[in-house]
């Protein structure tokens, strides 16, 4: 009798449906990716966020679901790619850039956004303060813009004797509009001119180039915007066959030859993202998450780019540099 009780019970449990990991959904987690940028571009900052899931026991399929858009640069589509995630019933979207959260922010007010951007959210009107953001909207922000009085620094360092930088802006941006109020007090301060040129699309970039060059400018200081991002290889491009020595707000500029990159890492950010996607899947509010900034932020110098355009940057600045392109 024992015996025949025992093999029942054994049955009983097989016939059990297995208990699901800690942490794990009943249904799939469905997150909607937003990206400003290509599929190309943006692989590496899906793969460090799908990274921080899989480190934090999720796998892909079973735990989550991803549905990602990609806006090629065009920010006129990112709130018709807004509108078709919605409708596909996703949970949370995690979106790039300040104007992908303009447009998200535009398209729900129930759906959690969770965002990685340059810019500064609280400027931008995205969030009412990175303590207690209020809203749908919570994330991360390498806030770029605060750190150009440094690149400006940085710049003048490893030219000596730098009197003029240009400045490659976008007015519109909300973020550019922030520098420009202050950039005599930084210009002062470290005994330089600036000179700022406009360029709102990708084919005001040539012209503003041009610009340049009818007025000599000996360096260059690209500002943080997806447009920049977006002709990044246009712009590296033109730096170089102007040989005009010049320092970037993204990381993905030197990686596309350009001379030096001072800030955070999006990888980086898009890695801890998913501790927010895990959160809010267990109920977290996004008002209720503090907005996170960057725990650190590299310097970044190409040597080979220094080469192409005929400058040695000096030691000083190399040694310090957290990544070397050879």
């Not at 790039?96 to 810019?119: D, E, L, Y």
């Not at 150009?148 to 519109?172: F, I, Y």
């Not at 041009?210 to 590296?236: G, H, T, W």
Request: cysteine-free.
């Amino acid at each position: 009798m024992r015996a025949a009780a025992a093999l029942l019970l054994l049955a009983a449990l097989v016939a059990l449906p297995p208990v699901a990991a800690q942490g794990t959904q009943s249904e799939p987690f469905r997150i909607g990716r937003m990206s400003p940028n290509s599929a190309e571009a943006d692989e590496p900052n899906l793969r460090a966020f799908r990274d921080g899931l899989h480190d934090l026991g999720w796998e892909e399929g079973r735990d989550y679901v991803m549905a990602a858009r990609f806006a090629d640069g065009r920010l006129e589509r990112l709130p018709g790619i807004a509108a078709e995630l919605l409708a596909s019933k996703v949970q949370l979207l995690l979106v790039g850039s300040n104007v992908g959260v303009q447009a998200a922010k535009a398209a729900t007010s129930t759906v959690p956004i969770v965002m990685v951007t340059t810019g500064n959210p609280v400027e931008a009107g995205l969030v009412s303060s990175l303590a207690r953001p209020s809203g749908n909207v919570t994330g991360l922000t390498a806030l770029a813009q605060d750190l150009n009085s440094k690149r400006l620094e940085l710049l003048k360092e490893a030219l000596p004797g730098l009197a003029r930088v240009a400045v490659l802006s976008n007015s519109a941006s909300p973020d550019t509009r922030a520098f420009l109020r202050e950039k005599d007090a930084a210009a002062q301060r470290l005994g330089l001119r600036l000179a700022v040129f406009e360029a709102r699309d990708a084919t005001a970039v040539d012209g503003a180039f041009a610009s340049m060059m009818r007025q000599r400018e000996p360096a260059l200081m690209v500002l943080n915007d997806i447009l920049f991002i977006s002709q990044r290889k246009k712009i590296v491009a033109l730096a170089t066959r102007n040989r005009l020595p010049a320092i970037y707000a993204e990381r993905e500029f030197v990686e596309a030859g350009g001379l030096m990159f001072y800030g955070a890492s999006l990888v980086d950010l898009y890695r801890r993202a998913a501790s927010y996607a895990q959160r809010i899947s267990k109920g977290a509010k996004p008002s209720d998450l503090p907005i996170e900034q960057p725990t650190r932020l590299d310097l970044v110098v190409n040597l080979k780019a220094a080469r192409e355009i005929g400058i040695t940057l000096p030691r000083a600045i190399v040694g310090r540099a957290d990544q070397v392109i050879e």
